[in-house]
């Protein structure tokens, strides 16, 4: 199994400033990487796939970056709505998908 | 457009059993894999099947085969999951995911929650 690990846990940001989460996988995963976004009480929603593809209709403050087994989701400058959860994904192991065990990104 | 619409939560007893669905719509059903991902209270996210209604063809978390079935009724655009006899430990929100063409969930469901509970 490819195991996925976010960090940090909780990310406290104030609004106007960027966010930098981080998603490493257990082996190499090319850029076969999915994040999602999962605001409180919703479904999560796709953000990011491929590594950095944008999802349609996510604003271009949202990048997604890395290969390998280093991944990265900028928010360059957070909005009140950006509060949520956000979780990686690998799914070059299909359909054995991994997920991260999530980021919370707080407002400061 | 895509969407993804769940059955209603769910107040069960231990030793039940319980089948939730999910319908889909704005697309062709049969031609995309409809899996499943379950999320506990204050956790995170874990796949546990999937499946392909244009043939059946399915599979399954090894943390999850046995503990449940998924099946669908492409006639209606409808897949399913269900649990021959509920634990408390299955007290979780279960949300139905389409599968962008081998990969990554492009569509989730609103969510059902199941609460397991004497």
């Known amino acids: 199994e490819i195991v996925m690990t976010q960090s940090p846990v909780t990310l406290s940001v104030s609004p106007g400033e960027r966010a930098t989460l981080s998603c490493r996988a257990s082996q190499n995963i090319s850029n076969i990487l999915a994040w999602y976004q999962q605001r409180p009480d919703q479904a999560p929603r796709l953000l990011i796939f491929g590594a950095s593809t944008r999802a349609t209709g996510i604003p271009a403050r949202f990048s997604g970056s890395g290969s390998g087994t280093e991944f990265t989701l900028t928010i360059s400058s957070l909005q009140s709505e950006d509060l949520a959860v956000y979780y990686c994904?690998?799914?070059?192991?299909?359909?054995?998908?991994?997920f991260g065990g999530g980021t919370k990104v707080e407002i400061k | 457009e895509v969407h993804l619409v769940q059955s209603g939560a769910e107040l069960k007893k231990p030793g039940e059993s319980l089948k939730i669905s999910c319908r889909g719509s704005?697309?062709?059903?049969?031609?995309?894999?409809i899996g499943w991902v379950r999320q506990k209270p204050g956790k995170g996210l874990e796949w546990m099947a999937i499946?392909?209604?244009?043939?059946?063809?399915?599979r399954y978390s090894p943390s999850f085969e046995g503990q449940v079935t998924i099946s669908a009724d492409k006639s209606i655009s409808v897949a399913y999951l269900q649990w021959s006899s509920l634990k408390a430990s299955d007290t979780a929100i279960y949300y139905c995911?389409?599968?962008?063409?081998?990969?990554?969930?492009?569509?989730w469901g609103q969510g059902t929650l199941v609460a397991v509970s004497t």
């Open positions: 704005g697309y062709s059903f049969s031609h995309y894999w």
């Open positions: 995911v389409r599968d962008s063409s081998g990969s990554f969930f492009d569509y």
């Open positions: 994904q690998q799914y070059t192991d299909w359909p054995f998908f991994t």
């Open positions: 499946m392909y209604p244009g043939d059946s063809e399915t």
